[in-house]
């Protein structure tokens, strides 16, 4: 089971991303707004204001998707879903996605029970 972290710069994409995880079986993720540390740094800390360059790659509003995955096909075809709906994300200011593995989950799916531990 894996822990599925994607921050995504182009909002508009969110609704093409879901929809393909849909058309995967992927059912559960959770979407949160966020904002990179640029665009605090230099419209809330003036100080920094110097690194404007910086926030010129970097969007207003992202989005940061997290879905916990059992299958590990599933978490490499929600890679590609997401890289086929933003393009390649070793552009600069284009988001980035990871994984990380999770030990022990409640609540995740009907499924694994009440609890899981792997």
Do not use: W
């Amino acid at each position: 089971m894996q822990l599925l972290v994607a921050v995504i710069n182009q909002p508009e994409a969110l609704d093409d991303i879901l929809s393909g995880f849909l058309e995967l079986g992927i059912t559960g993720a959770t979407i949160i707004n966020s904002e990179g540390m640029a665009r605090v740094l230099t419209h809330d800390i003036p100080l920094f204001a110097g690194i404007q360059m910086l926030i010129s790659r970097s969007r207003a509003q992202n989005y940061t998707i997290f879905s916990v995955i059992d299958e590990p096909e599933k978490v490499d075809a929600a890679f590609a879903v997401i890289e086929d709906v933003c393009g390649s994300l070793d552009e600069p200011g284009t988001g980035i996605m990871f994984t990380i593995p999770v030990t022990r989950a409640v609540g995740v799916a009907p499924e694994l029970g009440e609890e899981s531990e792997l």
